[in-house]
Nanobody, 125 residues
């Protein structure tokens, strides 16, 4: 069984940076591509960024390009999302997710099999 445990986030000011992390617990070798998603109040869950198992391929949503950076450390079974230049529009619960299929990378929510519990990021103006 695989569990994803997210941490980090918190309450920050506009323009600040925050890093969120996710640990893969259990059977990490069943998780291949990983991604970060977010869900703001009253909105659907949307992808933020995705990364291949090797870390060599990444994908970002347009709003994340140039501001956010996704990375992973397979030795530590960890996934990270560094978020810079935050705005109030980035306020959301951030979820990490893992794909159990041997795809290189996917940005489709339904392709992800494992989900973390979410960590709140609140950006005040």
């Amino acid at each position: 069984q695989v569990q994803l445990v997210a941490s980090g986030g918190g309450w920050v000011q506009a323009g600040d940076s925050v890093n969120v992390s996710c640990l893969v617990v259990g059977r990490p070798f069943t998780v291949f591509a990983m991604g970060w998603f977010r869900q703001a109040p009253g909105k659907e869950r949307e992808i933020v960024a995705a990364i291949s198992w090797s870390g060599s391929t990444t994908w970002y949503a347009d709003f994340a390009k140039g501001r956010f950076a996704i990375s992973r450390d397979n030795a530590k079974m960890a996934l990270y999302l560094q978020m810079n230049s935050l705005t109030p529009d980035d306020t959301a619960v951030y979820f990490c997710a893992g794909d159990g299929q041997k795809r290189v990378l996917t940005s489709t929510v339904s392709d992800y099999d494992y989900w973390g519990q979410g960590t709140q990021v609140i950006v005040s103006s």
